[in-house]
């Protein structure tokens, strides 16, 4: 817990205290993510006009809308903070409700603002972004459309954003957002498989929660192994090069052998193990497909 009781401090030691809850209000390293996403998208897209300024404010612009909503996720997670998390700023008191909003709603306008002075495409994605986040906190992350709704706030879109930052997005970073998104989607869902019981006493309708533990886990292999693919011919079909998909395949392979391993329903340490896995697959694939 960051300093409580602050407004008995004095004036610097408020200010300092009330920058640190702001930082622990908008989660900056969950932007870590979509930021690095951004640069491969911008290194990918065959254009590559990105002009060093623009690339940084956009990539800032990108962030701003991140901390947006993670400072309006925590006022809609307050009672569930309440019992798992109380020490957040909003659940803990010292940051008021309104006060989160009202940061929210600047963050959201000056990261809105800042794509659409930058370039006209960026701004539409960073709306994009914004809405499918708000959509999140409100609904989403409580139901399966979760992982669909994290697979583009967090990966696709920041891809896209990339490539309009370098003149795109072309047809085949397009293609490769899709590609990303495909791979990215079902691996979003295995965190789940560990804690099926407590999505149940909470409510949410995750992939466990609804199908149960052993029908997820296969259904997770299954998204693991062929959604994918659904992006290799069509790439083929575009002309990239088939010693570059080809590479794929092999990477493929490696994510068979993750998807037989949640085919058999593994324990919860195999469980981690499959998601940092594939997820460091994923961003091998991505920065391949970026510096390919």
């Known amino acids: ?9 004095s004036l610097p030691a408020r200010v300092f205290a009330f920058g640190c809850d702001c930082w622990q ?4 390293l969950r932007a870590v993510t979509p930021s690095l996403t951004l640069a491969m998208g911008a290194l990918f897209e065959p254009a590559k006009r990105a002009e060093p300024s623009a690339f940084l404010l956009g990539a800032g612009a990108a962030a701003l809308i991140y901390f947006a909503v993670s400072a309006f996720n925590d ?3 307050a009672r569930e903070d309440a019992v798992n998390d109380p020490g957040r700023p909003v659940v803990s008191g010292r940051l008021s409700s309104s006060m989160a909003l009202g940061i929210a709603a600047l963050l959201a306008l000056a990261g809105v603002g800042l ?5 006209p495409v960026l701004g539409l994605i960073a709306l994009a972004s914004l809405g499918l986040g708000l959509f999140y906190c409100l609904w989403a992350k409580r139901n399966l459309v979760s992982y669909f709704t994290l697979g583009l706030t967090h990966h696709a ?14 047809l085949a970073s397009l293609l490769v957002a899709g590609y990303l998104y495909a791979t990215i989607t079902p691996i ?20 466990p929660a609804v199908a149960g533990q052993e029908t997820a886990s296969r259904l997770v292999a299954v998204g693991v192994l062929f959604a994918p693919l659904t992006f290799w ?4 079909l ?22 037989v391993e949640l085919w058999r329903v593994p324990q919860r340490e195999r469980v981690a193990q499959a998601n940092h896995g594939l997820r460091a697959l994923s961003w091998c694939e991505t920065a391949a497909w970026a510096l390919g």
Do not use: C, Q
């Open 188 to 207: 979003i869902a295995i965190k789940d498989l560990k804690d099926a019981a407590g999505d149940l006493a909470a409510g949410l309708r995750t992939l």
């Open 233 to 236: 011919i069509p790439g083929l």
């Open 115 to 119: 794509s659409f002075a930058v370039n």
């Open 75 to 77: 006022v809609v997670d």
């Open 25 to 28: 209000l908008v989660k900056p």
């Open 157 to 170: 879109l920041p891809f896209l954003a990339g490539a309009a930052l370098a003149g795109g997005p072309s």
């Open 1 to 9: 817990m960051i300093l409580e009781g602050w407004p008995v401090l």
């Open 238 to 259: 575009l002309g990239l090069s088939l010693s570059f998909l080809l590479a794929y395949l092999a990477a493929g392979l490696l994510r068979a052998a993750y998807a």
